[in-house]
């Protein structure tokens, strides 16, 4: 069975791209899929002067092995002031000093939410844009807006979204 990892771009405890996140995992059997928090791999902020006098942490290696391990990466961008989140961004950037394709041509299905009416957008344009020189292999993408409109009780509750959300998973399942 395939494996894929599953995780949102945020370390708030109540993420709603994780929740996002878990229901897209579950729309489908064929693969086995390990949701990860960025909360279980706490990093210093990333700085040169950081690196250089304690080097690179554990965490950023065991989450780098995590990629590497895995057939495909779901990922759904949690948005601040129109970019990623610091724990995010953070993440990346101690990757990035073990090994500059992060992601490791990975197929990546690409999600987003926020509450408000771009669902995140412009932190998926971000990613969209930047992740191939990162190594990406990004399949498929989908924001959710409003998030509290469109998902109740672990679901997607609008239709058309819902579809939409479908179609990425099936998508990027094909090429996992
Ligand atoms: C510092 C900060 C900046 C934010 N900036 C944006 C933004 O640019 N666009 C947006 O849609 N939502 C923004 N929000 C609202 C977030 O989308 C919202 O907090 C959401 O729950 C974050 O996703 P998460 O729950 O997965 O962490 C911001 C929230 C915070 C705390």
Known sequence: MKKIIAFAGSNSKKSINKELVIYASGLQQEAEVSILDLNNYPLPMYGVDEEMENGIPENAAKFLEKIKEADGIVISLAEHNGNFTVAFKNIIDWMSRIEQKVWHNKPLLLLSTSPGARGGASAMEIAKNGFPHIGANVIANFSLPKFYDNFKNGSVVNEEFNQK????????????
């Not at 959300?165 to 399942?173: D, G, R």
């Open 165 to 176: 959300i479908k179609e990425a998973v099936t998508t990027f399942l094909k090429a996992v």
